[in-house]
Every structure is written in structure tokens, then in C-alpha cells.
């Protein structure tokens, strides 16, 4: 079975409804929230700053690129389970760069998002885990298809013209987890953006490439005899995958494979401090050692034991465990640019890591994945939890709350009316939203 030309019609022909437009709605909000203080400089980012130094043109390709790089610079974004990657950090700042020019209404954006993310858990299911398990960065390699997914919806493409933007961006498609704890792993994310609008920019100008046969050559290519690409095509939209499993909001600036232990030692964190009447510090010198467990291959992402920097600490279960007994959470400046905080690493050397071989591994059900952790003290009974990856999904993020925090103090008027402009309620909402994240992100460079 050829299977662009169907996938084209469904992404040209399919309508999403009001439903699946509402979680667009706060997939938006979402992105905003980390992307805002990237681009202004609220948040130092080195790499955004070189970034910018050798992509000075202003055109939409380099706007993605630099949005989907500042969307994903804080790893603060959102997370698709069946995707295994970060969808709307690529899939909206292509749409949001194209949208300046092509100047579309609210409910064609938001269409054009929930098809990208339809597309985007389609190609997770039909690249299987191996994908990932195999060392690639599903965010740049699928993400790069999602995104030319919507860029086809948004741009009006026929379903020709849709296959043939689908297979130039496929060609395109690439990304390593090798790069993660660096700066390149967001670059991943804009460069997927930056590719989807090339390839749907091109294709419209007249620009040929094979209708067909480019997405089944990629799957096998990188996913072997185990990808399915039946799955990009059956049971389409019902429910939307931008409802089920949906969009996940991440509560801390860490990779998505240490927030159950965030939040299982947050828990452990209410139960000792009644012990040391409260005090952080005495806790924390009468920890003698903390064991964490996971199914096997369940830290693949979280994969830096001892960070050297704040980027790095964001993929270390030892540390997200260790910031998160001593200050209840992550906090942005802990895992931002620069030196670790030295009392998190004090207390997160103490962390090992111990796999519990008696779970059926990670990479046969993620969604199962589990971690418990496990404090001893030198003069205490041990204090020990443990919390699924549902469980802790169970708790809602509050975004707007997010986004206050991510604008920082004093923000709570603005936080407001960016909330607002996200709705897309009123006609010169995205155009308004639009001019004010191009304004940012060329602020530093006029």
C-alpha cells in the first residue's frame, strides 16, 4: 500500500472539531509561555544568541527555525506520548513564521496544529519504539513530517501538493539523541520547523519531488521491518491525538523521563521534613543515600548522571530527585545556563540509580514506566514511594500560572493579555499574537 497519497487527502480533506481546536488553544498558550522569555532575553541562552548571529534574514524558514529553537531551549515544552517527542515546538513555530505572510484566520491555525499533531502520534505509532530506542531525536526526524503536515494544511495544499511537501521534508528528516544536555537538541527542533516551511514554500513555487514512496523509505530506513505505516492512516481523528493520549504539559524545565521521580520525591520531601521540624538543611545531612528504580531502559532520556551545567542537569534523574527534596520542584534558574547549583549536586551524588529488572522493560509500554525512590538516613527508618507515570499525569498544570512564572515577577497584566491573545477569540488576535513573538525575536539583532 502507497501510503502518501491517502495521508495527503486526510491532512488536505479531514476536519478537526471544536473539541480538538480547544486543546489547540492551550497547546498555544503553552508554547508561548516557555518561548516569550527565550526570545526576549529574560532567560540567558547562549545558543539562541549564535543562532542569531548566522541567521539574520527574515524570512519564514528563518523564523522557524528561531522560534522552534526558543520553544524548545528551556525543554519546557509540551510532550506527546505516542509521538515520543515534542510536537508543538515544531509544528507551531512553522505555522506561526508562515502566518505573518499568508495572514490565515484563527480556526485555519488551529486546524492546521491539531493535523500536525495528528500526524505527529500517527508517525510515533508507525515508527515504533525502536525509533527512539535506535538514537533518534524523534522530535527532529518525525517532528520534521508533522510540521509539513500542518504547513500543507495551512498553506491550502492540493493532495499532490501535499504529498510532495510531505516528501521533501522526509528527505530532510534527521536528529540524534546523542546531542541531548547541548544546545543542538533544540536547534533539532528548529530545524525541523525551518525544513516543513521550506519544503511546502518550495513545493508551491513548483518545485518537484516523488508524490510517493519517501515516507515508507524513511520508516524502513531508520525503523527497520517493525514500522507499520498503516498506522498513519487508520482510525484517522477519531479521537484526535491532540485529545488522546493528548498533549502533555510539563510542570518542570526537565526531560519528560524525570518528572515521576520529581513528584514521587516531592511527596517523600512532605514526609521527612516533619522529622527535622522543617529544616531543609537537617534533612538533608542525614541523608546517607537515596536509591531510584525504573523499568529497564527507563532513564534512556534521562540519561547524564553527574551535569556538568544546567543544560545537562535537566536530563539527570539525580539531580531533578535531589532539587526536588530541597526546594520542592525544579526552579528555571537551576537547570538554566551555567554551573550547577552546588548543594543539589551535593545531595544528587548521593542518588543511584537501580533498574528494577523484575518490570517488563520501558521500551515495551513507556506509558507504564514507573520510578521509586527510596531515602536512607543515618539515624532514621528509611522513607520510601513509589508513583506511576499516570499518577503523576493525574495532577493538571495550571498554564497560565506557568506562563506568569515564566515571565517572571510583575507580570500578572501581561500574563493576562497573552493568555487572552491565545484564544484567538477575536480577529486580531493572531495577528497581534504573531507581531508580538516576530517583535521579540528580532529585538536583539535591530
Known amino acids: 500500500m502507497a501510503i502518501t497519497p491517502p495521508l495527503a487527502r486526510l491532512i488536505v480533506r479531514s476536519q478537526p ?32 544568541s549564535a543562532l542569531r548571529s548566522v541567521s539574520q534574514a527574515q524570512d519564514a524558514q528563518t523564523r522557524a527555525l528561531l522560534l522552534g529553537y526558543a520553544g524548545h531551549a528551556l525543554d519546557y515544552d509540551d510532550f506527546h506520548p505516542d509521538f515520543r517527542g515534542h510536537p508543538s515546538t515544531v509544528i507551531l513555530p512553522a505555522l506561526l513564521a508562515l502566518a505573518a505572510d499568508v495572514q490565515p484566520d484563527a480556526d485555519a491555525l488551529l486546524d492546521a496544529y491539531v493535523i500536525g499533531v495528528e500526524v505527529a502520534g500517527r508517525l510515533g505509532l508507525a515508527a515504533t519504539q525502536r525509533h527512539y530506542q535506535s538514537g533518534f531525536h524523534s522530535t527532529a526526524t518525525l517532528g520534521t513530517l508533522a510540521a509539513a503536515a500542518a504547513v500543507a494544511r495551512l498553506l491550502k495544499a492540493d493532495e499532490h501538493q501535499a504529498a510532495v511537501i510531505l516528501g521533501i521534508a522526509t528527505t530532510q528528516a534527521s536528529g540524534l539523541r546523542a546531542q541531548f544536555g547541548s544546545a543542538t537538541k533544540p536547534l533539532h527542533a528548529g530545524l525541523a520547523a525551518q525544513s516543513a516551511v521550506l519544503a511546502g514554500r518550495l513545493t508551491l513555487a513548483g518545485f518537484g519531488g516523488q508524490p510517493q514512496g519517501v515516507i515508507e523509505a524513511f520508516l524502513l530506513a531508520c525503523c527497520g521491518e517493525q514500522s507499520d505505516a498503516t498506522k498513519l492512516v487508520e482510525h484517522w481523528g477519531t479521537p484526535w491525538r491532540i485529545q488522546s493520549p493528548g ?5 518542570y524545565a526537565t526531560c519528560g523521563g524525570t518528572h515521576t521521580a520529581a513528584d514521587v520525591a516531592r511527596r517523600l520531601r512532605q514526609q521527612a521534613l ?63 545556563e551555567g554551573p550547577v547549583n552546588p548543594v543539589i549536586a551535593s545531595l544528587a551524588d548521593r542518588v543511584q540509580r537501580c533498574p528494577d529488572f523484575s518490570a517488563p522493560p520501558d521500551e515495551l509500554d513507556p506509558a ?79
Not at 498558550?29 to 545558543?47: E, Q
Not at 522543617?278 to 551535569?307: C, L, Y
Not at 488576535?429 to 521579540?440: F, Q
Request: some cysteine; aromatic content about 6%.
Open 247 to 251: 498533549l502533555e504539559f510539563k510542570p
Open 368 to 446: 507504564a514506566r514507573f520510578h521509586k525512590v527510596t531515602i536512607w538516613f543515618t539515624d532514621a527508618e528509611p522513607l520510601s514511594c513509589r508513583m506511576t507515570r499516570s499518577e503523576s499525569l493525574a495532577t493538571p498544570v495550571d498554564l497560565q500560572a506557568k506562563l506568569r512564572s515564566c515571565l517572571g515577577a510583575g507580570s500578572e497584566d501581561e500574563a493576562e493579555e497573552i493568555a487572552s491573545l491565545c484564544q484567538l477569540a477575536t480577529p486580531d488576535s493572531l495577528p497581534r499574537l504573531t507581531a508580538m513573538l516576530i517583535a521579540a525575536l528580532y529585538s536583539a539583532t535591530l
Open 17 to 48: 472539531d471544536s473539541a480538538a481546536r480547544e486543546r489547540a488553544r492551550a497547546g498555544l498558550l503553552d508554547y508561548v509561555a516557555v518561548t516569550l522569555p527565550i526570545l526576549r532575553g529574560d532567560i540567558s541562552d547562549s545558543g539562541l
Open 274 to 336: 516533619p522529622r527535622f521540624q522543617g529544616n531543609v538543611e537537617a534533612m538533608d545531612a542525614a541523608i546517607s543515600r537515596i536509591e531510584v528504580a525504573f523499568p529497564p531502559g527507563g532513564d534512556i532520556a534521562a540519561s547524564v548522571t553527574q551535569p556538568k551545567n544546567g543544560i545537562e542537569a535537566r536530563f539527570s534523574l539525580e539531580y531533578v530527585i535531589a532539587s526536588s527534596l530541597l526546594f520542592d520542584g525544579v526552579a528555571l534558574e537551576d537547570v538554566a
